[in-house]
């Protein structure tokens, strides 16, 4: 079955709460020491026959294009990618200079992810979970038996 993107409207703010408390233990999102509600951005959800499969949310500021959150409720069946594609597409179109994100160093699906899909790592800030723990006391402390502390910053530039 084909997988659609589309914009975020209000009508669908339940699977937005519902997709964002799944994956990241609430709306709110704790990075590079700031704690962002994801249910208030912009961003785009994957569609697979009519049923919502998945949710980016991004933010813009001037030519560079973060990418707060992405979750997939199926992973493995194409919505992360679509995902992707879609963003890549609006942010090129508008004049974005890079695409960046951030994810922890216990993710190493999504590293892989990301890095399959064209971003490159920038940057490692040490300990940067460890203080996003402050913000946010829900951020588990190990998963996978790996404990969560560092953050990594890929990017695509156009
Ligand atoms: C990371 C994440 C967003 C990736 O999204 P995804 O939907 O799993 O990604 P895709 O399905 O597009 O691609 C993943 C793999 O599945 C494969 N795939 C896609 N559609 C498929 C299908 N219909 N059948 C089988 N495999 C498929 C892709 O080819 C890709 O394979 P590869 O890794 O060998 O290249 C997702 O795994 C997820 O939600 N993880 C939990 C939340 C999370 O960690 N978010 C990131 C926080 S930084």
């Known amino acids: 079955m084909a997988i659609e ?6 009508a669908d703010i339940a699977y937005v709460q519902q997709s964002l408390t799944a994956a990241f233990h609430g709306t709110a999102v704790a990075v590079h020491g ?24 991004y933010r813009a500021v001037g030519t560079d294009w973060e990418i707060v959150s992405i979750a997939a409720d199926r992973p ?24 960046w ?13 990301y890095q399959r899909n064209g971003f490159d790592l920038v940057a490692v800030h040490r300990d940067a ?3 996003a723990r402050a913000l946010k006391p829900a951020i588990p402390r190990e998963l996978d038996g790996i404990p ?3 953050e990594l910053e890929l990017e695509v530039r156009f």
């Open 34 to 57: 700031e704690l962002i509600d994801a249910s208030d951005l912009p961003g785009g959800i994957a569609w697979e026959d009519d049923e919502p499969v998945g949710l980016l949310t």
């Open 148 to 150: 969560l502390r560092h």
């Open 129 to 131: 979970v460890t203080r």
């Open 101 to 113: 994100l951030v994810t922890t160093n216990d993710n190493v699906k999504a590293l892989r992810f």
């Open 76 to 99: 493995g069946t194409g919505a992360g990618g679509a995902l992707l594609v879609w963003i890549f597409d609006l942010a090129a179109r508008s004049g974005a200079a890079r695409v």
């Open 5 to 10: 993107v589309r914009p975020v409207t209000p």
